[in-house]
């Protein structure tokens, strides 16, 4: 079974930073990319950042330039290195693992969710 655990969220000021972490644990998976969704209250959940298999990235247009994501592949671990935060950041985050289980079937799984709040 594979399990995702989330970790870093919190209450922070406008400007500030903080860093997500995902760990996906398990045996038998193979990553093909992990990344970071966001809902906030009232509204669908978005893509904030992903990362695939290789290095490719890919960025929501409103955390360019201040959000990081990036991964370690001993530790099947993706971080989200936010900066200079804004309270529209304010929302649940959401880690996603897309991967290949017990090969060759997919597998699309999501964390808990870790609530950020930014406060003005």
Known sequence: QVQLVES?????QAGGSLRLSCAASGSRFSINAMG???QAPGKQ???VAR???GTNTNYADSVKGRFTISRDNVKKTVYLQMNSLKPEDTAVYYCRLEATYRN????????QGTEVTVSS
């Open 36 to 38: 970071w969704y966001r």
């Open 104 to 111: 060759p079937f997919d597998l699309d799984l999501w964390g």
């Open 8 to 12: 870093g969220g919190g209450l922070v």
């Open 45 to 47: 959940r978005e893509l």
């Open 51 to 53: 990362i695939s298999s």
